[in-house]
């Protein structure tokens, strides 16, 4: 399974995002796919995750209510529209998959990061 994440990019405090992440490899039933990231400094952190094949999305509660996931089953991409951003979310943002299990902090697959950065 490869993951290529893409989107990133600076953007003004308030302002919206939307990242991709086109994965590539066998089939993705099953599969759970997400999105982490990790600020300078900080902890890596889980954000969302999507089940590729029901569409069921979870959340961290830091993000609940300006972040949505969502899929393309057709064109096998994930998104993560970020919306009213803030400087607190900057950030290396990586997309993550794994082949069903249990938890949402666990990961068999990450993509490589791209970058956001909120700033005025």
């Known amino acids: 399974v490869q993951l290529q994440a893409s989107g990133g990019g600076l953007v003004q405090p308030g302002g919206s995002l939307r990242l991709s992440c086109a994965a590539s490899?066998?089939?993705?039933?099953?599969?759970?796919m997400g999105w982490f990231r990790q600020a300078p400094r900080k902890e890596r952190e889980w954000l969302a995750a999507i089940s590729w094949s029901v569409g069921t999305t979870y959340y961290a509660d830091s993000v609940k209510g300006r972040f949505t996931i969502s899929r393309d089953n057709a064109k096998n991409t994930i998104f993560l529209q970020m919306n009213n951003l803030k400087p607190a979310d900057t950030a290396l943002y990586y997309c993550?998959?794994?082949?069903?299990?249990?938890?949402?902090?666990?990961?068999?697959?990450w993509g490589q990061g791209t970058l956001v950065t909120v700033s005025s």
């Open positions: 993550v998959a794994k082949n069903g299990g249990r938890g949402l902090q666990t990961y068999d697959y």
């Open positions: 490899g066998p089939t993705f039933s099953g599969y759970i």
